[in-house]
């Protein structure tokens, strides 16, 4: 049972914009812990931006400043804007909710529901 859908990867040039969605149940979206992760070929799963019941958000160091998460409650629905894209953002987007993380929301540990991935690829 797919719980958790994304939308909106694709294939852009360095420096392009893409925009991802990621659209829940309200169960799922009243999670504690909403986010996206990446995983690109041979590499390990990382926290890319989170949000933490609606209010804290958290990114990693390597897209501070390019990309942006962001909620539209009435739709139930996640965004990460992800601007000035670099070849090295190439992977797949994975979008994640956890009912009750918190310590962390950028750890994978704090998650127990995920989607199927939408793939980005960023050209030079």
């Known amino acids: 049972q797919v719980q958790l859908v994304e939308s909106g990867g694709g294939s852009v040039q360095a420096e392009g914009t893409l925009r991802l969605s990621c659209t829940t149940s309200?169960?799922?979206?009243?999670?504690?812990?909403v986010g996206w992760f990446r995983q690109a070929p041979g590499k390990e799963r990382e926290g890319v931006a989170a949000?933490?019941?609606?209010?804290?958000?958290d990114y990693a160091d390597s897209v501070k400043g390019r990309f942006t998460i962001s909620q539209d409650n009435a739709k139930n629905t996640l965004y990460l804007e992800m601007n000035s894209l670099k070849p090295e953002d190439t992977a797949m987007y994975y979008c994640?909710?956890?009912?009750?993380?918190?310590?962390?929301?950028?750890?994978?540990?704090?998650?127990?529901?995920w989607g199927q991935g939408t793939q980005v690829t960023v050209s030079s």
């Open positions: 309200a169960y799922i979206y009243s999670s504690n812990c």
């Open positions: 949000v933490y019941r609606g209010r804290s958000t």
């Open positions: 994640a909710a956890g009912r009750y993380g918190g310590a962390w929301c950028l750890s994978e540990s704090s998650y127990d529901y």
